[in-house]
């Protein structure tokens, strides 16, 4: 058995090769799609008890961004890359209610996660990070995704979440210099809102990307793992015996 480890410099460079040789089309599909959800989260910022909700809108335009990233890793991994706004969308298109319904049950059991105790929230946000993969490329059923994510990050937990943890700060600092621009500019919920958007758009292309290398990262370990261990070969025989005629 292959117990090869997931390579977290190796995962996180190549999302960022991509973003930037497809940066043209990634940004304004990221755009597009990230426009609804912070009108949404600005609406519902500052409430606690909204908090899930949320996070469950985030997860859903999340969610659908990373299947319409998948098609574009998938080639460029291929040596294509012609992929256009449009092929981006349309490769989603058929998975549009799968994916809203993933990011929709994700969301609300990483946002209760998160709220309650933290870890748990964590937990279930690194062993669902491949949920929209697994519907695009695999043709997953919502439920059937999940566990199918859960599949795929078994045995590469801590390197999954090292990339999560990664990823986060990146986007952390990213948005927190945007805030602080946005303040800086004029404190009103309309500039705040605007940042908003700008942050999703600049930051959305490389949580998907991420998710995306991963899935095909953690497919090729799983193949890896799946291959037949080589026969073991005889020794060859060092002694004769004896010869019955002559004892």
Not at 48 to 72: D, E, R
Not at 80 to 108: Q, V
Not at 127 to 142: F, S, T
């Amino acid at each position: 058995m292959n117990d090869r480890k997931l390579d977290i410099g190796a995962t996180i460079s190549q999302a960022f090769s991509i973003y930037g040789s497809q940066a043209g089309v990634l940004l304004p599909v990221a755009f597009g799609i990230f426009l609804i959800a912070a009108v949404i989260n600005g609406i519902l910022a500052g409430s606690l008890i909204l908090f899930p909700l949320a996070i469950a809108v985030s997860m859903i335009a999340s969610t659908l961004y990373a299947g319409t990233v998948v098609q574009l890793v998938s080639d460029v991994q291929d040596g294509k890359r012609d992929s256009s706004a449009g092929d981006l969308i349309s490769s989603a298109t058929p998975f549009i209610l799968p994916l809203i319904g993933a990011g929709i049950l994700a969301g609300l059991g990483i946002g209760l996660g998160l709220l309650l105790l933290v870890v748990p929230g964590l937990f279930l946000l690194t062993i669902w990070c491949v949920i929209a993969p697994a519907i695009v490329v695999e043709k997953k059923g919502v439920l059937d995704a999940f566990g199918r994510s859960r599949e795929l990050v078994r045995g590469n937990g801590w390197q999954v979440f090292g990339v999560i943890v990664t990823v986060f700060v990146i986007v952390l600092v990213v948005n927190l210099v945007l805030t602080a621009v946005a303040i800086g500019i004029d404190d009103s919920a309309v500039v705040q809102i605007v940042f908003n958007i700008i942050g999703q758009t600049i930051t959305a292309p490389v949580a998907a990307l991420v998710a995306a290398v991963l899935y095909f990262k953690l497919r090729a370990h799983e193949g890896d793992a799946a291959q037949p261990a080589a026969p073991a070969q005889q020794p060859a025989p060092t002694d004769l015996p004896p010869n019955p005629t002559t004892a």
